[in-house]
């Protein structure tokens, strides 16, 4: 009976192990393969961002990491103080590494030094044998050869948050990490690469015992972006000069960026690791954003910079016509309203080039009050006003063209006569960025709808020029007229009485052509009018107008276009040409000198297609 | 003189005949599971001799002698010396408690300098002789009465409880187990057994009151391991897998993924035959059982032909104690029973398991050796 009972119960055992090794066998064969088998993504080595000339603007650079293994080492507190001899640990840091050490698996590494300078690496490097437990650990960090010089368009990358993970795994590793603003964030897809994974097998406690199989990832695609490094240098030390600058430098022709700054910048790097709160508090709290990127996010009322754009409008409307004569007698009266003009005893009676040329308001008051702001804001948007022109970098703002729409929707109250006649001059509601006014001005002398780009999908410039420059759709303005207006601008700087005569190029064949800018920051009283303007120092910084000043260059063929806003940089209330088109002249001799080619632009620009019937523009232009 | 030759020449053919009496199949049986044993100890330690293999070899050499020492001594020294066997490891259990350090979480071991000794393992056989002897004497009428159950209970009673209080909930239980056999096969009448299963089916909410807290959660665990996969069920689920994911004919030897990379607890002990399954899968697994069955069929065939009662009940408890550690222990493994610390008998790493087990089998092949042996109420040869 005993016997049988026996028998009985080893059947069972024999039964239950058929079920489980025979019957059931697949299932926990999976089950310990999940067990043991750990998918580990691979991270991509980040691309590089490389200027229009393939030089780097963004590299991945090779950092050393200090490390202490627990497990390897017989004293951690000894290995620690025996660091301490060589580099400096400081308490926090001992502190945090002994935690790290007591929550996690003794095997696992844990950094004391996230990046250590060569020669620190060195001193360890010789002290190992004598470091149980120590480890140097490598790894790629972003770094930007040209630091801040060109942060604001090269952007940063920094630890993914909550609010990006996305479908992408890599997006979830620890150390991973994704542009955050500029072409660094733009073409993050691109830059990025594809997670390569390897298969571990792991034992019970995390501990990787051996690799299984890998499949490496692709590796992110190098950008080539529009700029020129050495413009791009050259432009923000010319900026650094003031306080607070925003400037942008295009191709007219391709629209190509070469060179975008706005001033002050920051230091991108530390991004990547990760700022310290008192990093980002001081940045942050600064008055002049040092994080905005101003050549695209900070709107300013454009002031006389505008009044090409109300020119075009009214010839192009037939408004006016280039005789067309108004007269200014240093102000306007609308009504009960009385608007002056920036001289106070007036220009006299003027044509359309010689009030650009002197930036007459009076004249720009009467215009816009004869177009009306419907015809006004229509050409504004046509050369990029009022709406993002479309740089493929993230932040960029729109400004305003004021509309009677708009005016009753944001007020409640219709539009008047006044604020049309204001607009004129580009002050009152209207709104744009630096690189809205320098759109404006490579639309005007090109004829052509260009549309600024930072990225270069072509690659890096072969040594012969663009072979497929991009060709943007006309922009529907007759080129005469657009003639007429540059050939005014032409008139601003190498005639003598134009406002920029003083900023013009000598060089023979580098002439530029521009037009100055103030922007009021703050209404001029009615007291102020009839007692004098305070002197410049009285005013407080953040209340002095804005100086402004948009070049294009060579003036007999434009080619290139500089675009400045100096903030709160307006000098005893004169017209942006002071601070803001020095730079703009420095840039385009510049940016001229160091043309390889010194090549004639292919010849689709409208000032060649329309020469005018002028000497040679350079300084033996006749004084209007 | 002639005395002294006399004395030799009837002495010297007894121990030949001794000798010639001991099981032979029975010893190869065992050092065959034996031998499968370390060599799944070599393979738990990642294909090496230490920590383990090497030293329960060295054991297994030692308690083999031990064993044929218990076989050839003669059974009547093994019937008178009884009691005074039980009461001395009864007297070491206690010893335990009072003197025991905590070791594994639980306090069993006395350190005798050399071998840490686990005397509640050796509580088994010693209880088993004990009863044995003591039904021996018992006249067919007595077994029927209560009162001559009540010194047999406590002998097994006794020690279940110390143990239990140790705690090892397993040791205690096979105590039981096998003490009750013991009853049983004594020819105790069912009802007593009927009766003593009511009692503690009555006494069960009340037991279940003073268990441990982990001695619950095992239970918990055992009627729904799949709950708590990384807390209390985490043990018998990842031996499920280690068994299951062994197949038909196993991982192959030293390729254990589940035991190599310690996902099976206590892999060299009480999980061995996890440990030995995966990697040997179906094929490996049934053939310890049989292996084991063999043992056990063998044992019976001894128990049954010896002639006299001690021989019989000694060969039947300790053949059935050994079946209740296989059975308990595969069975704990497989996930049919809740985890209870029971060691495969020959199998598992531990030294006074091995000890206790081997001390049986060589009073079992004592039994064999000794069967014609004829013994009185005393334990004195009778005549004849």
New interface residues.
Partial sequence: M??VG?AI??A???E???Q???L??D???M???E??INLQLLAPQRGRILDRFGAALAENHQNYRLVVIAEQAEDITATLDALAGLIEIGEGDRRRVLRDIRRKHPFVPVVVRGSMSWEEMARIEVAIPELPGVAIEQGLTRSYPLGETAAHAIGYVAAVSESELGRDPLLELPDFRIGKSGIEKSQDAELRGSAGTSQV?????GRV?RELARVPGRPGKDVVSCLDAAMQDFLARRCSTEESVASVLLDAVTGDVLALVSNPSFDPAPFAIGLTPAVWQQLSADPRNPLTNKAIAGVYPPGSTFKPVVATAALATGVLTPETPISCPGYLELGNATFHCWREHGHGTLRVREAIKRSCDVFFYETARRLGIDRLAAIARSFGYGNVVGLDIPGERAGLIPSREWKLATSGTAWSQGETVIAGIGQGSVLATPLQIAIMVARLVTGRAVVPRLVRADGVMPPGGDPTPPDFPALGVSPRVLAIVVDGMNAVVNEQGGTAYAERITDPGFAMGGKSGTSQVRAISEYEHEHGLPKISEIPWRERDHALFVGFAPVGAPRYVCATVVEHGGVRGGHGSEVAAPICRDVLREVQRRDPARRVPRGDTLAQLHPLDRSPPNADAPGG | MASFSADLGRREPRLWQSIRGISWGLVLLICAAACFGIVVLYSAADGSMDPWAAKQTIRFAIALILMVGTALVDIRHWFRAAYWVYAIVLALVVAVDLRGFVGMGAQRWIDLGVIQLQPSELMNVVVVLALARYFHSLSGEDVGRIRCLILPALTVGLPAALVLKQPDLGTAVMLLMGGT?LF??AGVRLRYFALTVAAAAAALPGVWHFLRDYQKTRIYTFLDPDSDPLGAGYHIL?S?????????FGKGFLQG??S????LPEKQTDFIFTTL?EEF??VG??GL?VL??LI?VYG?AIALRSRNHFGRLLG?GIV?NF?LSV?IN??MV?G?IPVVGVPLPLISYGGTALLAVMFGFGLLINVGAHRDTRLNSRGERRPG
């Fill in positions: 005993l016997g026996q119960l080893v069972a055992l024999g239950r192990m058929y489980l090794q025979i059931e066998s299932r926990y064969v089950l310990a393969d067990n043991r097998e792991v034992n019970a406690f015992v | 056999v049983f096969i990842q499920k897998i280690a068994l299951g994911s062994g197949g038909l993924s589940q190599h990379l310690s996902f399954a899968g179906l697994g049934l059982l084991y069955s056990i019976f039947l059935t079946f059975f595969a069975a497989m049919l």
